[in-house]
């Protein structure tokens, strides 16, 4: 597994935060306490309640090798460390311990589980019921409105328009039928709601958490208009959710387009039939 994300854009490796649950680590010590090492730096929304993120510092000779450990890293990051134990920095005078010899790698990689499993710990648990999921660039088309004929074959039942306001803090919302409505069932709106509450502890707290989110998971769409653009996706049994973010003030931040897995479903069952029966009884021949 990679430590995080990496894509490639306008030339330049970019490389995005890693999820401390999903994250395969290496096993070691920090100062005698059992912990998790990656080589990548950890989103903070998905440090479990009651664990701590540290980062680790290089020296300006050798960056790779962690000297000093911190709460967060700029210049010289040589790793993070996840671990159920509080360092306690804020007590110190600089906010940051120096190493030495207290960082032990034990010579094995664990997932969080199996480090819980392992230390007789309880298992965080991911309380994400819709944890969105980095945009792919070919999907692209679904983050904005298309002709309506387009959105009845693809089951669009609407979109969510999102602002946080002139201070960055507010939420404004909008809703923008499509088609005639029948989509927009007691069931979809209320997983709708669900959705958007769930994200407003995340991406959608507010402008600022927005763009931090932004920049630690990627999903990049490319440029509409001179601003940039970010996709996620929210999958559910019955809907796929696609958010789009362009944190910025004076304009709209975001936008929620929903879709009907199901009218997807009956639409490609329907285009399997046709071209069955275009195998059955194939068109006549031409003749001239």
């Known amino acids: ?51 701590r993120c540290y980062e680790l510092r290089g020296s300006d000779y050798d960056p790779g090798d962690p000297i000093m450990v911190e709460d967060h890293v700029v210049v010289n990051h040589a790793g993070s460390v996840l671990m159920p134990a509080d360092l306690k920095l804020e007590s110190l005078k600089e906010h940051r311990r120096r190493i030495g010899d207290q960082l032990l790698f034990l010579g094995e990689t664990l997932t969080l589980q199996q480090f819980c499993d392992e230390h007789g710990l309880e298992f965080p648990a991911d309380h994400r019921k ?48 499509h088609g005639t409505g029948e989509l927009t069932t007691p069931e979809f709106k209320a997983e709708l709601n669900d959705v958007v509450n769930e994200l407003r502890e995340t991406v959608l707290k507010d402008r600022a958490n927005m763009r931090m989110y932004c920049a630690e998971f990627g999903g990049d769409l490319g440029e509409n208009l001179g601003v940039d653009q970010y996709g996620y996706v929210i999958d559910t049994e019955d809907y796929q959710y696609f958010l789009r973010c362009k944190p910025m003030e004076g304009d709209y931040d975001g936008y929620l387009y929903c879709y009907d897995k199901r009218v997807q479903q009956q639409m490609s069952e329907i285009q399997t039939m046709v071209l069955e029966q275009d195998d059955q009884f194939p068109s006549p021949t031409m003749q001239f």
């Open 1 to 51: 597994m990679l430590s995080c994300k990496r894509e490639i854009h306008g030339g330049k490796l970019i490389r995005y935060k890693a999820d401390a649950q999903t994250e395969e680590y290496e096993h070691v010590t920090l100062f005698g306490k059992p912990a998790l090492f990656t080589s990548a730096r950890i989103s903070s929304f998905t440090v479990p309640d009651g664990w």
């Open 130 to 177: 819709f944890a969105p999921i980095p945009a792919q660039i070919d999907q692209k088309l679904l983050f904005y409105s298309l002709p309506t004929s387009e959105d009845e074959r693809i089951g669009c039942v609407g979109h969510l328009r999102m602002d946080f306001g002139r201070n960055g803090k507010e939420f404004w919302t909008s809703w923008f039928e």
